[in-house]
């Protein structure tokens, strides 16, 4: 069997779907395995496979793979999605859907897709809020890191690291990589925080967890990795370069909060697409899954998006059944095994 992953690079038009999952990172590749493996027809739409997977070198906590390059984690999931046949289309944008009288949706893309679809899973993730500071771009991945409970245990014996932010991710963030670094810097552009109270209590308890309030992360400095944080106090303009090992940006997600309204998506207060724990959304048929949803907030991760695309599938296989448009495909898979 061919190992080239199944994406078709002739522009969906016109065909109907089970189901269209937009997204192709590991909620949207691992909906489409639980989907095929439900005999829906499905459809993975994405702007690229691997999302944020595609920022990070290495992966080392997803169950049963040990530490792993981040890339070929991404080629197994699509490698998968591929062994039950998922069609993977993309580059392509989808732009949004309408409903049609019988039900259906039509499914648009920015390059030409056009496509109907009996239910739609959306996985379109979030991306990560930015300094946007001098050094941030360059040394990302090299120091500069945007997930404290991803990459913490990277960091194990170094010296020093600074955390960026006064909410409840910064400060977990911050207690976490005192366990693992001798010295924390918590950096806040404020002297009140965010975050709950019993975290900024468990902070405030660590030795090694120094508060530099008030202040900004003005450059990021190195040569081949970061090596230094240049940090300015908002009050009394005074500027102090701190040596670090690592920075961990710790300010939020921004999902698309607006696109999501302008399809009718109810939402939380921040933005995320708000679910219950079968993964439905407000609108029958749409159901939504990983970092782009409500669901578990401050603790997205490979395993929890990859988790809410399995049910989100299995959802949509309810969903059909119950309104009587189940129409299993041909299993074809018959005893593919996976490592080749
Ligand atoms: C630097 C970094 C390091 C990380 N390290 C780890 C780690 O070690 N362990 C861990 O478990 N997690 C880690 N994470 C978190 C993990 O990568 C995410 O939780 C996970 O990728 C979320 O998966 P997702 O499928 O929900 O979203 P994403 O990975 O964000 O994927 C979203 C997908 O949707 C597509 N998309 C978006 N909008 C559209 C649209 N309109 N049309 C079509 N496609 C669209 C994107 O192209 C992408 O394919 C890390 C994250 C970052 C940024």
């Known amino acids: 069997m061919s190992l080239r992953l199944r994406a078709t690079k002739k522009i969906p038009r016109g065909e109907e779907y089970d189901v269209v999952i937009v997204g192709g990172g590991p909620a949207g590749l691992s909906a489409a395995i639980y989907a095929q493996r439900f005999l829906l027809k499905s459809l993975?739409?994405?702007?690229?496979?691997?999302?944020?997977?595609?920022?990070?070198?290495?992966?080392?906590?997803?169950?049963?793979?040990?530490?792993?390059?981040?890339?070929?984690?991404?080629?197994?999931?699509?490698?998968?999605?591929?062994?039950?046949?998922?069609?993977?289309?993309?580059?392509?944008?989808?732009?949004?859907?309408?409903?049609?009288?019988?039900?259906?949706?039509?499914?648009?893309?920015?390059?030409?897709l056009d496509v109907y679809a009996k239910a739609i899973i959306m996985a379109v993730g979030s991306v990560r809020r930015k300094l946007g500071v001098p050094g941030e771009r360059e040394f990302a991945g090299k120091g500069v890191s945007y997930c404290s409970v991803c990459d913490a245990p990277f960091y194990a014996g170094k010296d020093s690291v600074v955390v960026v932010g006064g909410g409840d991710a910064a400060f977990e963030g911050a207690i976490l990589l005192s366990g693992y670094v001798k010295k924390v810097y918590l950096v806040h552009r404020r002297t009140e925080f965010r975050a709950k109270p019993f975290f900024v209590e468990v902070a405030k308890s660590k030795p090694n967890i120094e508060f530099v309030l008030d202040s900004v992360v003005t450059e990021i400095k190195g040569k081949d990795k970061v090596e230094s944080v240049v940090v300015k106090n908002k009050k009394t303009g005074e500027t102090r370069e701190?040596?670090?090992?690592?920075?961990?940006?710790?300010?939020?997600?921004?999902?698309?909060?607006?696109?999501?309204?302008?399809?009718?998506?109810?939402t939380d207060e921040a933005g995320y697409i708000k679910v219950d724990e079968w993964m439905r959304t407000n609108i029958e048929g749409v159901f939504a899954a990983g970092d782009c949803t409500s669901q578990w907030p401050g603790f997205r991760q490979v395993v929890t998006a990859a988790a809410m695309g399995a049910v989100a599938a299995y959802s949509t296989y309810n969903y059909l059944v119950e309104k009587g448009l189940y129409k299993p495909q041909k299993a074809d898979v018959g005893g593919t095994i996976f490592e080749r």
């Open 44 to 112: 993975v739409v994405a702007k690229e496979i691997g999302g944020q997977l595609n920022l990070t070198d290495s992966v080392d906590d997803y169950p049963g793979l040990g530490r792993i390059r981040a890339s070929d984690l991404v080629n197994k999931f699509k490698r998968h999605a591929e062994m039950f046949k998922a069609t993977i289309y993309y580059p392509e944008e989808v732009t949004g859907w309408e409903r049609l009288p019988d039900g259906r949706f039509r499914v648009k893309g920015k390059r030409g």
């Open 242 to 266: 701190i040596k670090v090992d690592g920075i961990f940006i710790e300010i939020g997600f921004e999902p698309p909060k607006e696109w999501f309204h302008k399809l009718g998506l109810e």
